[in-house]
């Protein structure tokens, strides 16, 4: 079962802050409907994650971490599978 954990970027006001939404590269906001993004975030369609913090970078880099871990199979089935070694 494959996770996923799509990237979106916010408003202060917790409304999404869409794609077409452009910034320049020192974040300021080009479209006129844009306040400004606030901060970015990343929910695990597992459920039991979610990261949210105004650093892009950080976002992405836990949620990479997160998606490596569903990538080496949940915990419980590694520890079941230990046992077995025995
Ligand atoms: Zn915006
Ligand atoms: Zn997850």
């Known amino acids: 079962?494959?996770?996923?954990?799509?990237?979106?970027?916010?408003?202060?006001?917790?409304?999404?802050?869409?794609a077409n939404h452009k910034h320049t590269s020192s974040g300021k906001p080009l479209h006129p409907d844009c306040p400004g993004r606030a901060y970015t975030k990343a929910v695990c369609s597992c459920g039991d994650w979610g990261k949210r913090d105004c650093g892009k970078g950080y976002v992405n880099e836990c949620r990479r971490q997160h998606l490596?871990?569903?990538?080496?199979?949940?915990?419980?089935?590694?520890?079941?599978?230990r046992l077995a070694a025995f």
């Open 68 to 81: 490596a871990n569903h990538a080496q199979g949940p915990k419980v089935l590694r520890d079941l599978l």
């Open 1 to 18: 079962m494959a996770f996923r954990a799509p990237l979106t970027h916010h408003h202060a006001d917790d409304t999404l802050c869409p």
